[in-house]
C-alpha cells in the first residue's frame, strides 16, 4: 500500500515537473512564466508540505497550469 502511494505521488510529481518544464520552453517568451513564478513553483514542488495549490497560484499570475497536461 505505502509502495504504491509512494509511486503516485512521484508521477504526480513528474508530471507536475514535466508540465512546468513545457511552460518555460514556449517558444513564444511572452508565454512563458515569470522568474518570480518559477521560483515559488520550484520551491513549492520541492517542498514536503501537502497543502501548497501550485495550479490556482499558476491561474491567478500566468497562463500556466501545473494540474492539467495538454
Known amino acids: 500500500m505505502i509502495v504504491h502511494m509512494l509511486k503516485k505521488l512521484s508521477q504526480v510529481f513528474a508530471l507536475q515537473m514535466a508540465t ?18 518559477e521560483v515559488v513553483v520550484l520551491t513549492a514542488l520541492s517542498s514536503t508540505e501537502d497543502d501548497w495549490d501550485i ?3 499558476c491561474k491567478a499570475h500566468s497562463s500556466v497550469s501545473l494540474v492539467s497536461v495538454r
Open 20 to 37: 512546468f518544464a513545457k511552460a518555460c520552453t514556449q517558444e513564444n517568451p511572452q508565454l512563458r512564466p515569470t522568474m518570480r513564478l
Open 55 to 57: 495550479g490556482s497560484f
